[in-house]
């Protein structure tokens, strides 16, 4: 079920035939709350349903949802939108975040990664990226 763009909707991002899975639908209408879904409740329902946060993402896209509270403070805080400032990194953090850093840019998925390694919040590191200066790509939900 596709719908129509509505209020900063995103479904135009996909093919105009494009359906969402029932089982999947039903997941992510039981967890949206007045439009919208935010990451951490986005990858919460992946795991629920057993399927990849992408496609979880395209989902919420195609529902007309909205996507909310990126885990690395990207996109979806009200009027601020993005709460991520930098903060310069220790000596073990920048290292880490070098190595997996490729032209100037770093994953979202890479970033989930040296946290979980370092034992640290994401938006932690996404902080330290910041202070870097290194564009972050790839949200694993699709969002940019």
Not at 49 to 65: F, K, P
Request: with cysteine; charged share 25%; net charge positive.
């Amino acid at each position: 079920m596709a719908k129509s763009d509505s209020k900063g909707g995103f479904a135009h991002k996909h093919d105009p035939e494009a359906v969402v899975d029932p089982e999947v639908e039903q997941v992510v209408a039981r967890h949206a709350r007045k439009g919208e879904m935010p990451c951490a409740v986005a990858f919460f329902a992946a795991a629920q349903c057993n399927r990849d946060a992408g496609e979880i993402g395209r989902a919420v896209d195609l529902m007309g949802l909205r996507l909310t509270k990126c885990q690395l403070g990207l996109y979806g805080y009200g009027k601020k939108n993005k709460i991520v400032f930098p903060q310069t990194p220790g000596p073990e953090l920048e290292a880490a975040i070098s190595k997996a850093c490729k032209n100037g840019r770093i994953s979202c998925r890479e970033i989930w990664g040296i946290a979980r390694q370092m034992k640290m919040r994401k938006l932690g590191v996404s902080k330290a990226c910041e202070a870097m200066g290194l564009k972050i790509i790839s949200c694993q939900l699709g969002a940019f």
